[in-house]
């Protein structure tokens, strides 16, 4: 079975400090998508990123970075120079990989409450 | 990326009532379409999977009699919560994927805003 843990449930920082939100997942699929979306008060999610199993090349978007280690499984979602907008759920989600059309489902983790405060 | 949306955004219902949600796929076909449900402070349980044409796909200890869902065409998918009670009052999100995506893009799910439900 699929699982996904995202160990901090709250996290605080002030406006410009950076931030660094764990992901560690557990698939016995070696072929799988790791995702993370962001989840503002509004409610709506908000996807981020997805990453193919086999690509372990880290990517930086603007202030977002993303550290995908597969010997530890984990895919660590950092946010450079944070700001109060930033402020939301952010929620990491697996699946696994099959062929186009079939379904696939998404395992998310409990998700990480990130606050920001000026 | 793909849109989704969802109407209505927030519903207010009296108990024993049915209610019906909408999810629209707007620039894309979505053959495939999931209902999820999040309760205040966790994180989301999905509770089926929408397949146009056919039966959707409900996940274990989702009563398909109370929540029934309908694909009937591959941009948009309902929800119906029927004879609602208090205990059914949470927030419901849907998502589509986009099959004609390529590199791996079809594997993401975009999400619609959601509907807040409150039963009374």
């Known amino acids: 079975a699929q699982k996904v843990t995202q160990a901090q449930t709250e996290i605080s920082v002030v406006e410009k400090e950076d931030v660094t939100l764990d992901c560690v997942y557990e698939t016995r699929d070696t072929t799988y998508y790791l995702f993370w979306y962001k989840q503002p008060p509004s409610g709506e999610l908000v996807f981020l990123i997805r990453r193919n199993s086999f690509d372990e090349q880290n990517e930086i978007s603007g202030r977002y970075s993303w550290n995908f280690q597969k010997s530890t499984s984990s895919f660590n979602f950092t946010i450079t120079a944070s700001q109060v907008v930033d402020s939301a759920v952010y929620f990491c989600?697996?699946?696994?990989?099959?062929?186009?059309?079939?379904?696939?489902?998404?395992?998310f983790g409990k998700g990480i409450t990130l606050s920001v405060r000026p | 990326g793909a849109v989704v949306s969802q109407h209505p955004s927030w519903v207010i219902c009296k108990s024993g009532t049915s209610v019906k949600i909408e999810c629209r796929s707007l620039?894309?076909?979505?053959?495939?379409m999931f209902w999820y449900r999040q309760f205040p402070k966790q994180s989301l349980m999905l509770m089926a999977t929408s397949n146009e044409g056919s039966k959707a796909t409900y996940e274990q200890g989702v009563e398909k009699d109370k929540f029934l869902i309908n694909h009937a065409s591959l941009t948009l998918s309902t929800l119906t919560v029927t004879s609602a009670h208090p205990e059914d009052s949470s927030f419901y999100i849907c998502?589509?994927?986009?099959?004609?995506?390529?590199?791996?893009?079809?594997?993401?799910?975009?999400f619609g805003p959601g509907t807040r439900l409150l039963v009374l």
């Open positions: 620039d894309f076909q979505a053959t495939t």
């Open positions: 998502s589509a994927r986009d099959p004609t995506s390529t590199r791996g893009r079809q594997e993401t799910q975009y």
């Open positions: 989600a697996l699946s696994e990989a099959r062929r186009s059309g079939a379904n696939s489902k998404l395992t």
